[in-house]
């Protein structure tokens, strides 16, 4: 493993989640798996505090959790997407996919902003938005989150 912030290991399809807190409880677990990040439940929560200043809920079926946390060792975008739509708050719109920003809390640069900025703005064009939640392939999630966010 180099320093490759994203890589077709850190793409998971078929994530059977039934909630938020299942989602970013898999994400955390997932970090430490990967050997992003040693303490799991300091993900967590570093994820959790993050909702709950205001939701990752993009709207049209994506959310972008994320966290800048000292138990991240290693800077990491990780891309989930559901077996069913994840209710994420009661009267928002339900979640199929979540692209989630892993950011080690010691990195000096804004990496973290750069990467939410170019991901929003990707988010924005339907094209691509459409293309990630079709795709059931690994590759192809892979080469779209690639190819858009310059990784």
């Known amino acids: 493993m180099g320093t490759n912030i994203f890589n077709k290991e850190y793409v998971f399809l078929n994530v059977d989640a039934k909630s938020k807190v299942e989602v970013l409880k898999f994400i955390s677990k997932k970090a430490k798996d990967l050997n992003l990040a040693e303490d799991e439940s300091l993900v967590y929560e570093g994820l959790m505090a993050r909702e709950e200043q205001f939701t990752t809920n993009l709207g049209e079926s994506i959310a972008i959790p994320h966290t800048k946390n ?31 920003l892993l950011m080690p809390g010691k990195s000096k640069e ?42």
Do not use: M, T, Y
Request: overall charge negative; charged content about 30%; aromatic content about 4%.
């Open 110 to 151: 804004n990496i973290h902003l750069k990467l939410l900025s170019s991901l929003s703005r990707k988010l924005i064009n339907k094209e691509f938005k459409d293309s990630l939640l079709k795709s059931d392939n690994v590759e192809e999630i892979s080469n779209l989150i690639n190819e858009d966010l310059g990784l």
């Open 70 to 100: 000292d138990a991240i060792e290693n800077p990491a975008v990780v891309v989930l997407k559901f077996n069913e739509d994840v209710v994420w708050n009661e009267g928002e719109d339900k979640v199929k996919l979540a692209i989630s």
